[in-house]
């Protein structure tokens, strides 16, 4: 069950999880999550996430778009405690697109199908919001990443050359998914 309110972004009825908008103000919870997901920091950046790294979340936007166009939702257990996060950028990098920045799971959450439901429940909301496709970008070295990505329908559309990302350097696997109401 779900329920679209677009100044709060969705709910999720889903075994005891709920899904709300981020503010400014839940910063502190979502540091707590960077902080448990170290591994990923480590991965993408090569060290531990910043004591800052969720505040700067809040304020990341590409060149040409405003926090009006960021939305941040996070996935909530039934004890109220952040466990996961989807970030994106509506219309980007064009009109019909939203962007994915990034998507988070505390790491006892993972591998239950969780993720999985947590981002269909997004792109039904994206959708009702008038996006044909999302798009994102898993970097190569990231290869759970990939395949959950590729499970859930989205495909490699390029491969980035190498670029610097904290202590490491990556190629990025652009990748997109194209919408369907009927699904």
């Not at 839940?26 to 991965?43: G, H, I, S």
């Not at 970008?137 to 390029?158: A, D, H, L, S, Y």
């Not at 980035?160 to 369907?180: C, I, Q, S, W």
Request: glycine share 8%; charged share 25%.
């Amino acid at each position: 069950m779900m329920s679209i309110d677009s100044s709060t972004g969705f709910a999720l009825e889903l075994s005891g999880y709920t899904v709300k908008r981020l503010k400014p103000n839940d910063e502190e919870v979502l540091q707590q999550l960077y902080e448990e997901c170290a591994d990923f920091a480590y991965l993408t950046d090569g060290h531990p996430p910043s004591p800052s790294a969720a505040r700067e979340e809040f304020l990341a936007v590409p060149e040409g778009k405003t926090l009006q166009d960021k939305f941040m939702f996070g996935l909530f257990d039934a004890h109220n405690v952040l466990v996961g996060l989807i970030e994106a950028i509506r219309h980007y990098p064009d009109e019909s697109s939203w962007w994915v920045g990034l998507m988070m799971l505390a790491p006892q959450q993972r591998g239950k199908g969780l993720g999985s439901k947590f981002y269909r429940v997004f792109e039904r909301w994206v959708l009702a919001h008038g996006a044909q496709q999302v798009m994102l970008c898993v970097i190569e070295e990231n290869e759970p990443g990939f395949i959950f990505w590729k499970k859930i329908g989205f495909e490699v559309t390029r491969k980035t050359p190498p670029r610097e990302f904290g202590n490491k350097t990556h190629a990025l696997y652009v990748m997109k998914r194209t919408l369907d109401a009927t699904t």
